[in-house]
């Protein structure tokens, strides 16, 4: 409500920000692609993932009762069915073992569930007392911190590795 002045927009935001997961993923995967040369592979899943869309998109948005939430449920599938690809194609031609690959996924899944978590706690405690700009800003702020933190203390993230990239 603080973007859009009702609930409505915030709901579709709160609905879509499920499959930003699967494009941070699929981001990932197609730069791994990317570097180790197989520069079609990610324009080919991309691809399918387009046509899958327009498939979902075309038959929910038709769904009276899903109407334009069947736009977004096309979104996240679609998605998800590209980082699934995206996935799969590392897995094969780096020979990697899905065990790292899917450790690292549940890692940060996890980081992101207690990051929610936190978010949700901030804004229940906070919101009657502060209003919504400001707790709104807080959960933010906080949800950053605790995100942060998290991955630090999961090894997710590697602290030499923020130095290397910070340093350049």
Known sequence: SLLFGNEDGANMLR?????????????????ILQGIGKLNVPVRNLAIGCIVKLILNLVLISIPSLNIYGAILGTIFADLFVCIL??????KFTFMKSKGLFS???KTMFCAMIMGIACILVKNI????LGNAITTVLCILVSAIVYFVLILYTKTLNILEVKNLVGR
């Not at 609905?15 to 730069?31: D, P």
């Not at 995206?86 to 897995?91: G, L």
Request: hydrophobic content about 55%.
């Open 126 to 129: 906070f919101i009657g007392i």
């Open 15 to 31: 609905v879509l920000g499920i499959g930003i997961m699967f494009s941070m993923i699929s981001t990932t995967m197609q730069s």
């Open 86 to 91: 995206d996935f799969s194609s590392v897995k």
């Open 104 to 106: 690292s996924f549940i």
